[in-house]
Nanobody
C-alpha cells in the first residue's frame, strides 16, 4: 500500500507562486509514474501534470504549460509541482496520484493511489 501526503497549498494573489509537494510512502516510488490532478468547485477532477518514474518524460495540460513544472526526487520519495504566474482559474483542490507503472499517463483511471488533496486559492 502506498500513502501520499500533499503539502504546500494556500492562498496566493494572482501572479504569485506556490510549490506543492507530495511525499510517498513505500519502496516502489522509483518505479511509479506520478501525477497531479485538480478539482475546481463545481467541476470534475482534471489532469494537470504527470511525470514518468525516471523523470525523463512529463506531460502538462495546455492551460498550465509554461507556468507549472512537475519534478521528482526519487531519493526523497517526493514529487513536486512548481506553480508560477498563478491565475484565479487555477483555484482548486490539487491531488497527487501514483501509478503502479513507470510510464506517465494522463488518464485518471491509470492511477492506483491518491492523496487527500491540498487547497490552492488564487485571488484576483
Amino acid at each position: 500500500q502506498v500513502q501520499l501526503v500533499e503539502s504546500g497549498g494556500g492562498l496566493v494573489q494572482a501572479g504569485g507562486s506556490l510549490r506543492l509537494s507530495c511525499a510517498a510512502s513505500g519502496r516502489t516510488f522509483s518505479y511509479s509514474a506520478m501525477g497531479w490532478f485538480r478539482q475546481a468547485p463545481g467541476k470534475e477532477r482534471e489532469f494537470v501534470a504527470v511525470i514518468s518514474a525516471s523523470g525523463r518524460t512529463t506531460y502538462y495540460t495546455d492551460s498550465v504549460k509554461g507556468r507549472f513544472t512537475i519534478s521528482r526526487d526519487n531519493a526523497k520519495n517526493t514529487v513536486y509541482l512548481q506553480m508560477n504566474s498563478l491565475k484565479p482559474e487555477d483555484t482548486a483542490v490539487y491531488y497527487c496520484a501514483a501509478r503502479r507503472a513507470v510510464g506517465a499517463g494522463t488518464r485518471q483511471d491509470l492511477y492506483d493511489y491518491w492523496g487527500q488533496g491540498t487547497q490552492v486559492t488564487v485571488s484576483s
